[in-house]
């Protein structure tokens, strides 16, 4: 009970320091009632869905591909010693990069959006969008 309570008193103390931001400079910042309405618009309009469907697909096809890649890099490292020692350098200054450094590489490559994702060199969907 007593965790629920701190829940609730976490959540209106932030929407009250929401609210006040808006006081403060309404120009910059909606208000949390601004905002939940025009939530409830969007969602009560017909062309929220398909866009959230969209996204939804590519979240999808994008957590398959991690996924099945992931399993197998890790596997192929773990049983075969001497393609784990060569890549370990190599991942670890992966890892030491800021991801967000990587994001205009993966723009290059892939593109924007969804159908130039389908399209590019490593695609979940063989088909590119001029094919459909």
Same mark, same amino acid.
């Not at 939804?56 to 784990?84: C, D, E, H, P």
């Given at each position: 009970?007593k965790?629920? =309570?701190?829940? &609730?008193?976490?959540? +209106? %103390?932030?929407?009250?320091?929401?609210?006040?931001?808006?006081?403060a /400079?309404?120009? !910059?910042?909606?208000?949390p009632?601004?905002?939940?309405?025009?939530?409830?618009?969007m969602?009560?309009?017909?062309?929220?869905?398909p866009h959230a469907?969209?996204?939804?697909?590519?979240?999808?096809?994008?957590? =398959?591909?991690a &996924?099945v890649?992931? +399993? %197998?890099?890790?596997?192929?490292l773990?049983?075969n010693?001497?393609? /784990?020692?060569? !890549?370990?350098?190599?991942?670890?200054?992966v890892?030491?990069l800021?991801?967000?450094?990587?994001?205009?590489l993966?723009?290059?490559?892939?593109g924007?959006?969804?159908p130039?994702?389908r399209?590019?060199?490593?695609t979940?969907?063989?088909?590119?969008?001029s094919?459909?």
């Amino acid at each position: 009970m007593k965790r629920a =309570l701190d829940i &609730v008193l976490l959540v +209106l %103390a932030g929407l009250a320091i929401w609210e006040a931001m808006h006081l403060a /400079a309404p120009f !910059a910042l909606t208000s949390p009632a601004g905002t939940a309405a025009k939530t409830w618009q969007m969602l009560a309009s017909t062309t929220f869905w398909p866009h959230a469907a969209e996204t939804a697909k590519a979240f999808l096809y994008a957590l =398959l591909l991690a &996924v099945v890649g992931g +399993l %197998a890099m890790g596997f192929g490292l773990g049983l075969n010693r001497t393609s /784990a020692e060569v !890549a370990e350098p190599i991942l670890v200054s992966v890892y030491s990069l800021p991801k967000v450094t990587l994001y205009p590489l993966i723009l290059l490559i892939f593109g924007l959006g969804v159908p130039a994702w389908r399209s590019g060199p490593c695609t979940a969907s063989s088909r590119s969008r001029s094919s459909r």
